[in-house]
């Protein structure tokens, strides 16, 4: 099979789920980071072969992609500011929207203190904690969650050439249910920023996701209970208030339904400088907040 005919295959296949346009893109995606082929190659050398094997796992590969599995998990791959990070089904895809709180740290933190400690609670696959230790000259991470397989997706995240150019220094990884006691790894110590993008989805808004979200990626990482969809925020500032140095900052991206809620826990448990922030979309996604001084 040719890499024209292999192409066409892939869009006719992926076409039947999403907008050609957008299947294409995956096909070109796919093959040239799984495969090597460059996105060209197609119309430079459209009689190019390729072998029965790259033909065979390409085509269930769209045959996956078809069915609505995330293409960054069937390659392994998801871009996160500028930097590519591995995923697998036990971790989030990283969202652009998270881009935006990084930079909230990364903003914040130029006017600030050099070295800065941070804490990243509920780290998934560690794309808010490797962005922070890269972006911030000096600074600190340590990074809990309660998954195993999110931990090893977060501890196999590669970046030793920046850090070797930068003098970056990797996250500590933790396991820790955020909703429990602090683990002494992280209570023996304090934190100038805490950050945190903890599951926040209702079980009631399950009907309102796309199926290749709800069908695919860990519930365990997106769903709280109606009854109580503030549980992870309600731990965020506890943690915070036992480790967060005054004056320190604190941000969280949030259920967009639910911002002056989260707000109002965040005051209510004695923060200050407490404010609701938009992402690209001018939704409310993100809560910041400080711990006042004494």
Not at 103 to 125: A, K
């Amino acid at each position: 099979m040719n890499i024209r005919e292999l192409i066409k295959k892939g869009v006719e296949t992926i076409s039947a789920t999403f907008p050609e346009r957008e299947a294409r893109e995956m096909v070109l995606l796919y093959l040239e980071d799984v495969h090597g082929i460059r996105r060209l190659t197609h119309i430079l050398e459209p009689s190019a072969e390729v072998s029965d094997d790259v033909a065979e796992a390409a085509l269930a590969a769209f045959s996956r992609m078809a069915s609505g599995e995330p293409i960054q998990y069937i390659i392994g791959k998801a871009h996160f500011y500028g930097r590519e990070f591995n995923v697998s089904p036990s971790v989030l895809i990283p969202r652009p929207e998270t881009e935006v709180l990084c930079r909230e740290v990364v903003n914040h933190q130029s006017r600030r203190c050099p070295n800065p400690r941070i804490l990243d609670m509920c780290t998934g696959s560690g794309c808010i904690a490797w962005t922070l230790a890269l972006e911030l000259a000096g600074a600190k991470v340590a990074a809990v969650d309660i998954s195993d397989g999110a931990l090893a997706v977060a501890g196999s995240q590669d970046f030793s050439r920046e850090m070797a150019q930068t003098g970056a220094a990797a996250p500590c990884f933790v396991k820790a249910d955020v909703l429990g006691e602090v683990p002494i790894e992280i209570a023996s110590q304090s934190f100038d920023i805490v950050v945190s993008n903890p599951p926040y989805v209702m079980d009631s808004e399950k009907a309102l996701m796309r199926a290749n979200v709800l069908e695919h990626e860990p519930h365990l990482a997106l769903f709280v209970p109606d009854n109580d969809p503030l549980m992870f925020y309600h731990a965020v500032a506890r943690w915070s208030s036992r480790l967060l140095v005054p004056g320190g900052f604190g941000i969280v991206e949030i259920n967009e339904a639910l911002g002056s809620r989260t707000a109002e826990l965040f005051i209510n448990a004695g923060f200050v400088n407490v404010e609701v922030v938009s992402d690209l979309n001018d939704r409310d996604r993100f809560v910041r907040f400080m711990r006042k001084f004494v």
